[in-house]
């Protein structure tokens, strides 16, 4: 987000110091070619913006022959077909809701076992009690949990996860790599030992690429006081306190075909070259701007496989504005669903798919619709709880299996 707020500065101060030149008649050609060409970018970036932010409204054709969701026996046949379709609940109540009962059997906590809802840095306290609540009621009610994820480095700041750099920043210079390392070990620790036995399966680290660009580790917070062998170290640690644990490394992607999902697969290949114990490879999913085909998510989600790692699609959703062409939204949004599921699913080692969002009522996305504008509406059940195509074409073809 710095960088991009840096280059609308540098590109507003271009702006600026190539009128002044014109103004005042100094180098003017070199000034000309400079306004036409930042005023064009300027006009570019404004339609992309807009073209983005379109209003978009579409018919819910489905809700006359939306089935209740006690009618459906997904849970069941899931369960019978030894598949994992997750969510996200953000608390325990949410579990005692029809979702939970007759659909999903997989959960990840959107939030809960992040280190800033668990760890009070400043007294190096924890407190579970919020997520004891919701993982005991999940084993309860047999739905696996997915752990979610015990080191994040990405935009820590911004969702107060919580803010690290602040943190160290109040110690010297020279204690702040120990510090960091104490923290890190004390986390996975400290997390690891308190669901030992409860929790199967862990988002060891999560995000270490940069966002964009060609697959750079990200310099956050770990990398530029550990170096990149944090990610080693964490795995390390965790396979030291439970070693019947799945590990899991897990990452964004926006497409699987570029620079940057080959420079992931070259990262993951090193990693088990220097025998870190890496169990899983969870492909975030989310498709935000752009639809990944489901013939792509194969093909690479393939690859790991074939490297005798699980694969799990571990935040999937597709906003419905992508789906904008199609005749009827929300049915494409429903058959990419399934899609990706059953191509997915044919794949030995591909162990769940877990969507970033219960229903339409509550969603990320929505929360930061500055950036992501509605519709977004990218989840199996509609606000109302009401059975969307995409759960509906799902069901029968587990049906049909
Ligand atoms: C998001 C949650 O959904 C939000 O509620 C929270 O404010 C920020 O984090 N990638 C991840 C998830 O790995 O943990 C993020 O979840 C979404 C992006």
Redesign the pocket.
């Known amino acids: 987000m710095t960088l991009y707020i840096n280059l609308a500065g540098i590109f507003m101060l271009a702006l600026v110091a190539s009128i002044l030149a014109m103004f005042f008649n100094k180098s003017r050609p070199v000034a000309k070619f400079l306004l036409v060409f930042l005023t064009a970018i300027l006009v570019v970036a404004v339609i992309t913006v807009l073209y983005f932010r379109r209003p978009m409204e579409f018919e819910k054709h489905y809700v006359n022959t939306a089935l209740p969701l006690e009618t459906l026996l997904l849970n069941k046949r899931l369960q019978q077909a030894g598949m994992y379709l997750g969510a996200p609940p953000r608390n325990a109540n949410q579990l005692d809701s029809h979702a939970y009962r007759h659909v999903f059997n997989s959960i990840t906590p959107?939030?809960d076992l992040k280190l800033g809802h668990l760890l009070d840095i400043e007294t190096l306290e924890y407190d579970f009690t919020q997520a004891d609540a919701l993982v005991t009621e999940a084993i309860k009610r047999n739905i696996r949990v997915r752990g979610?994820?015990l080191v994040?480095g990405k935009l820590s700041d911004i969702?107060n996860a919580p803010d690290l750099d602040l943190w160290l920043s109040h110690f010297p210079e020279l204690e702040r790599t120990a510090k960091l390392t104490h923290l890190l070990d004390l986390h996975i620790t400290s997390v690891l030992n308190h669901y030992q036995g409860k929790i199967l399966e862990w988002d060891v680290v999560?995000?270490p690429l940069e966002m964009f660009g060609r697959g750079q580790l990200e310099k956050n917070v770990f990398y530029r006081h550990l170096g990149e062998e944090y990610i080693e170290r964490a795995f390390f640690k965790a396979k030291a306190i439970d070693p019947e644990l799945q590990l899991y490394l897990?990452e964004?992607f926006f497409n699987y075909t570029d620079q940057r999902a080959e420079a992931f697969y070259q990262l993951v290949m090193s990693l088990l070259n220097k025998g870190v114990p890496i169990d899983g490879i969870g492909l975030?999913g989310?498709m935000v701007f752009h639809l990944a085909t489901p013939e792509e998510t194969a093909a690479y989600v393939k690859r790991f496989t074939s490297l005798g790692l699980k694969v799990q699609i571990t935040?999937f959703e597709a906003r419905l504005r992508l789906f904008s062409d199609a005749q009827d939204p929300y049915q494409a949004q429903g058959e990419y669903y399934r899609d990706v599921m059953r191509i997915c699913y044919e794949i030995d080692g591909f162990d769940g798919i877990t969507f970033?969002g219960v229903d339409d009522s509550i969603s990320?996305l929505d929360?930061m619709s500055w950036l992501f504008p509605k519709p977004n509406e990218a989840y199996l059940l509609d606000a109302q709880q009401r059975a969307k195509p995409g759960l509906i074409l799902i069901d029968q073809w587990l049906k049909a299996n």
Request: no cysteine; proline share 0%; charged share 25%.
């Open positions: 959107e939030n979610h994820a994040w969702f999560n995000e897990n964004q975030q989310h935040e970033w990320w929360d």
